[in-house]
């Protein structure tokens, strides 16, 4: 039986029913319609082809159609199947193109790291530099105008974020932290409460920039991380404080500036908010005993805030 040599190498049994359908399309797109004479011709160019006593490449077959066509009357449909063959070979060769970026990219052949917080050479740098491949082709092939596609291509315009072109583009965005961390936010799989300390603070800037990173390509930035971190600092050393209040708290509360002072602590960060700039004369003006409670706060606030800022380096980083 007469075998047919692939492109890729395999061999396989000759099919003259292929012949006949290129053969038909070719008269269909120049007649419009499938005649009888089309259907006779089909019949007859692939006949010849199955009499022949090698074996033949697909480039071979497809000379041998075109040959044969040429010498009938009907050179225009000769044409047609000329046309219709440089496409499909246009085609092939990129399929073929894709398919040698991706494979490239997979088993990290020609590493060029182009974005610094990615290692191409690692899975997550390989799957995500094939899929980029994928998607440049996609956009260059169905998002844009010809013209748009060839001038990329030629180096006459440059279309940044290529692979992104075709889901939108979303590159750098200062996000709202001070929104976030006050009101909460979604993740899709959970809602996430507002930060009550400078410690869940910066895990959820963490978070944040994580899950913004995932939804978009680009530049994350905060324009303002430490004014935004002031409030949940405050809250952390009021929390602090409470703690160091318990070691000197009199179990009668008979002074009524103490029991007032620790009221407003207990129950309303207010205090904090609007009379920080005079802290140290409410505690160190009229009861020295609580400069412990407050030294305490203070220290243990410092210690906080450098280990939630080492954390987030940490998360950020690795």
Known sequence: MLQVLKRDGRKVNFDKNKIKIAVLKAFEDVDGEETQYAKEKSRAIANYVETLEKNLTVEEIQD????????????????????YRNDRNREREKNLQIMKDISEKISAKNVQNQNAN?????????????TSAVMKKYALDNCMSEMARNNHLNNEIYIHDLDSYAVGQHNCLSLPFDKLLSNGFNTRQTDVRP???????????AVIFQ????QQFGGVSAT??????VPYVRKSFIKHWKDGMTYIE???????HFCKMNDLISNDNSWFLEEHPSIDDKIYG???EWASAYDYAYDMTRKEIQQAVEGMYHNLRY
Do not use: P
């Not at 990615?118 to 094939?130: N, P, Q, W």
């Not at 899950?211 to 995932?214: A, G, P, R, T, V």
């Not at 303002?224 to 971190?229: A, G």
């Not at 009199?250 to 009524?256: A, P, R, V």
């Open 64 to 83: 041998i159609v075109e040959e044969r066509l040429m010498a009938s009357n009907r050179k225009d449909v000769a044409r047609s199947y000329i046309i």
């Open 118 to 130: 990615v290692d191409e050479k690692s899975f997550g740098g390989r799957t995500g530099e094939a």
């Open 195 to 205: 930060a009550n300390s400078v410690n869940t603070a910066f895990q959820l800037v």
């Open 211 to 214: 899950l913004q990173s995932l």
């Open 224 to 229: 303002h991380l430490d004014w935004t971190m």
């Open 250 to 256: 009199s179990e009668t509360c008979d002074d009524e």
């Open 286 to 288: 009229n009861h020295g």
